[in-house]
């Protein structure tokens, strides 16, 4: 069965990012905060998930789901009823389950209408398979950058406020750091026009080193140009042999990283594979994480990403979200 990270293993540029250690998820809303450095775009906050007493709102990523949506348990226009079901009032589309839906406006007239229904928020599109914005080679890069327009014109359809795409790239960090800024760059210009933030993932690769990351949000000095802080993520090198199971052989300080992305933050992911006795995250620290969060004046959606193998998706995803309610109230 396919997951997120090998399906991404048919581009050339996820192997550069974990064998070399290139770089690598709402209407769409929600996103909010009070940055440190260059946040200024801010997308209506419309949507919460009924949790009034919470300084964040959450939404679910449909990653979440990823098992389900594969084997065809439930279609991807089910989306937004699946969450509906689970008291979750925002989701997080990935482009993998519509991937040649895109330009087809009867297929995104429908997404809408079934959110519309549910009275779910669309908050963002997650994009993959459509080549690294940090690759040195400047034709391969153009055509990456160009083939997101279509993405970003889809998010503007469904009323999203961001497309999570990736900067994945071969070579020296600085070099990727360079051809990132350009590709970002290129693609933030493009989704300026509509209103469309351009975040990136710590997803692999020198995307997970936080100060490489936001190092890059520095040079490409866009208002709709920012972060997706995942609470995971933070592995940089695997054994290239098995880099998918494998234990990380690098990983990067989860907290300082996420401390570092914070900045740039235009939505931040809840990642969560193994819980506790208690309904903890067994691994991270969700009391820790979401103070951070919450120091950075961030008010905008936490999405909900379940990538544990103990548990059912749909128990995980429900485990993590009265985790991030039980969190987020204490700190509310």
């Not at 064998?19 to 260059?38: F, N």
């Not at 964040?56 to 089910?78: E, N, T, V």
């Not at 006795?277 to 999405?303: C, F, P, Q, R, W």
Request: glycine fraction near 10%; aromatic fraction near 10%.
């Amino acid at each position: 069965m396919k997951n997120r990270r090998s399906f991404l293993t048919d581009s050339a540029y996820l192997t550069g990012a974990f064998t070399l250690g290139g770089l690598h998820l709402t209407s769409c809303a929600g996103s909010s905060s009070m940055p440190k450095d260059a946040i200024l775009m801010t997308p209506n906050t419309s949507g919460d998930a009924g949790m009034d007493d919470m300084f964040f709102k959450i939404s679910l990523a449909q990653w979440s789901y990823h098992k389900a949506l594969w084997a065809k348990q439930f279609d991807h226009l089910d989306f937004a009823a699946k969450a509906k079901s689970l008291d979750i009032h925002a989701i997080e589309y990935v482009n993998q389950f519509f991937k040649d839906k895109a330009e087809d406006a009867s297929y995104l007239s429908e997404m809408n209408t079934r959110a519309a229904d549910q009275g779910v928020t669309q908050v963002l599109i997650m994009i993959d398979g459509e080549g690294g914005l940090g690759d040195p080679d400047d034709a391969a890069r153009k055509t990456a950058v160009e083939n997101h327009y279509k993405w970003v014109d889809a998010a503007k359809t469904l009323g999203c406020h961001s497309i999570r795409v990736n900067a994945y790239g071969q070579g020296d960090r600085e070099v990727v750091a360079a051809a990132a800024v350009d590709g970002l760059g290129g693609v933030s210009e493009y989704a300026a026009k509509e209103n469309i933030n351009v975040i990136v993932e710590n997803h692999g690769g020198y995307s997970s080193d936080g100060s490489w990351l936001s190092g890059v949000m520095r040079q490409v000095k866009m208002d709709n140009c920012g972060t997706l802080p995942d609470f995971g993520n933070f592995c940089m090198k695997r054994d290239p042999e098995n880099p998918y199971t494998a234990p990380c052989l690098d990983e990067y300080d989860k907290y300082k990283g996420v401390e570092e992305m914070m900045p740039f933050a235009k939505a931040v992911s809840a990642k969560a594979n193994v819980f506790d006795e208690n309904g903890d995250e067994a691994v991270i620290d969700y009391m820790k994480m979401l103070s951070i969060v919450k120091d950075h004046g961030y008010t905008g959606h936490v999405g909900i990403e379940y990538e544990g193998r103990d548990l059912d998706e749909q128990t995980g995803i429900i485990k993590t979200r009265d985790l991030l309610r039980k969190v987020g109230k204490a700190l509310s």
